[in-house]
C-alpha cells in the first residue's frame, strides 16, 4: 500500500502565509509527477500546481506568482507554500503523486485525504 499524508492546513488571515506538506509512504519504487489540487464548497475541483521529478514547476492562472511548489525526492515529499492569501483561497487542498510500486515502471495516481485551509478575518 501507497500512502500520501498531508500537513499544514489551518486558518489564516487574508494576505497570510501557510505551508502544506504532503509525504509519500509505503511501497515506492518511483515517482512521477506530483502537484495539488484544491475544492472549495459548491465549485468544482480545481488544479493548483504541479511539478516534475526534475523539479520544473507549473500553476494555475488564480495561484501564479503567489503560490510554490517545491519537492525533495530523497524523502518523498512536496511541498506547497502559500503567500499573500486570499479568502477565495479557501479550499480543501489534495496532494496528489503518480507512483510505480514495482521495478517493472507502471506509474498509478494515488491521493491525499485533504487538508483544510481556511482564509479569513
Known amino acids: 500500500q501507497v500512502q500520501l499524508v498531508e500537513s499544514g492546513g489551518g486558518l489564516v488571515q487574508p494576505g497570510g502565509s501557510l505551508t502544506l506538506s504532503c509525504v509519500a509512504s509505503?511501497?515506492?519504487?518511483?515517482?512521477?509527477?506530483m502537484g495539488w489540487y484544491r475544492q472549495a464548497p459548491g465549485k468544482e475541483r480545481e488544479w493548483v500546481a504541479s511539478?516534475?521529478?526534475?523539479?520544473?514547476?507549473d500553476y494555475g492562472d488564480s495561484v501564479k506568482a503567489r503560490f510554490t511548489i517545491s519537492r525533495d525526492n530523497a524523502k518523498s515529499t512536496a511541498t506547497l507554500q502559500m503567500i499573500s492569501l486570499k479568502p477565495e483561497d479557501t479550499a480543501v487542498y489534495y496532494c496528489y503523486a503518480a507512483i510505480s510500486t514495482t521495478r517493472w515502471v507502471h506509474f498509478q495516481d494515488y491521493w491525499g485525504q485533504g487538508t483544510q485551509v481556511t482564509v479569513s478575518s
Open positions: 511539478i516534475t521529478p526534475g523539479g520544473i514547476p
Open positions: 509505503g511501497n515506492i519504487f518511483a515517482i512521477n509527477a
